[in-house]
């Protein structure tokens, strides 16, 4: 029985391995390309998985750009060529900071926007309530003698009922 455990447990380990070796392998001869890959991978987004870049996605058409990235570094493509070919292929949702232009100035101003927007609000509330509480000031009523003691006879009634 304990040999049966062991085949087991060894068979176990050993398929690990065969399951951990199916990681892509991208070769450049030159640590600069190799670095360029590795920003491009973790800066472009994967058009399947939404919110995933291309280095952390697993999905097939991730594997296909990131080859096509390494293609196009080995015939020697400038980044912003790579990132222009993704964009004109697959839009402006491939790049996790999207170009300012008109279909995004809601997304790079809108938070200004908004946020401006807030503060004028508060300030005209702010103004509106002590605008209030200055005109009830400026317009309170006097009262007379007999009217102030009458008042201060229903207070005291008022405090000894609670009591």
């Known amino acids: 029985m304990l040999k049966i455990k062991v085949t087991i447990g060894i068979l176990l380990l050993l398929s690990s391995f065969v399951l951990s070796a199916a990681i892509d392998v991208y070769q450049f001869e030159d640590p600069a390309k190799e670095k360029r ?3 491009l991978a973790y800066e472009l987004r994967c058009p399947k998985c939404q919110n995933q870049n291309l280095a952390d996605s697993n999905a097939a058409i991730a594997k296909d750009l990131r080859t096509k990235i390494q293609q196009m ?9 790579i990132i222009d070919y993704m964009v004109a292929r697959y839009g402006d949702f ?9 279909q995004t100035y809601l997304l790079w101003y809108g938070p200004a926007i908004f946020l401006l927007l807030g503060l ?4 005209w509330i702010i103004r509106g309530r002590r605008n209030r509480q200055s005109s ?5 009523v006097e009262l007379s003698a ?3 003691k009458q008042l201060d006879a229903l207070l005291q009634t008022n405090k000894s009922k609670k009591s």
């Open 120 to 123: 004028v609000a508060i300030f």
């Open 37 to 39: 890959f590795q920003e």
């Open 94 to 102: 491939v790049l996790y900071e999207p170009r300012v232009k008109p």
């Open 136 to 140: 009830t000031e400026q317009s309170g």
């Open 146 to 148: 007999t009217e102030t």
């Open 73 to 81: 570094l080995l015939a020697d493509k400038t980044n912003s060529e």
